[in-house]
């Protein structure tokens, strides 16, 4: 296993949650690194994008201002703190690493050398 996501769980709207996804068995600060979310029914969604060295990040905008990633290459552990949560925020969350970065548009994970197994995020009153 080389991506394990965790911190996923049920809030209400207005609420924050932090993810983490923990890496291993790969040199993890030599990749980028991805947030993905895919809603019920829908298809994979790009959330955001950290360079390797943390300095340098993008989200979509539908998240803009109230997700942000971080990492600590010295732990291999990426993060995503999500505050004043949405509904519409409600998706199973996937980790992934790529050697290629600010990749936005994404239909599957074949773009990526890594991805965890995903933790769900529940926003609802």
């Known amino acids: 296993v080389h991506l394990v996501e965790s911190g996923g769980g049920l809030v209400p709207p207005g609420g924050s949650l932090r993810l983490s996804c923990a890496a291993s068995?790969?040199?993890?600060?030599?990749?980028?690194m991805y947030w993905v979310r895919q809603a019920p029914g829908k298809g994979l969604e790009w959330v955001s994008c950290?360079?390797?060295?943390?300095?340098?990040?993008d989200y979509a905008d539908s998240v803009k201002g109230r997700f942000t990633a971080t990492r600590d290459n010295a732990k291999n552990t990426l993060y995503l703190q999500m505050n004043s949560l949405k509904p519409e925020d409600t998706a199973m969350y996937y980790c992934a690493a790529g050697r290629i970065g600010w990749i936005t548009h994404i239909v599957n994970f074949d773009n990526f050398d890594y991805r965890g197994q995903g933790t769900q995020v529940t926003v609802s009153s």
């Open positions: 068995k790969f040199t993890f600060s030599s990749y980028y």
């Open positions: 950290i360079c390797t060295g943390g300095a340098t990040t």
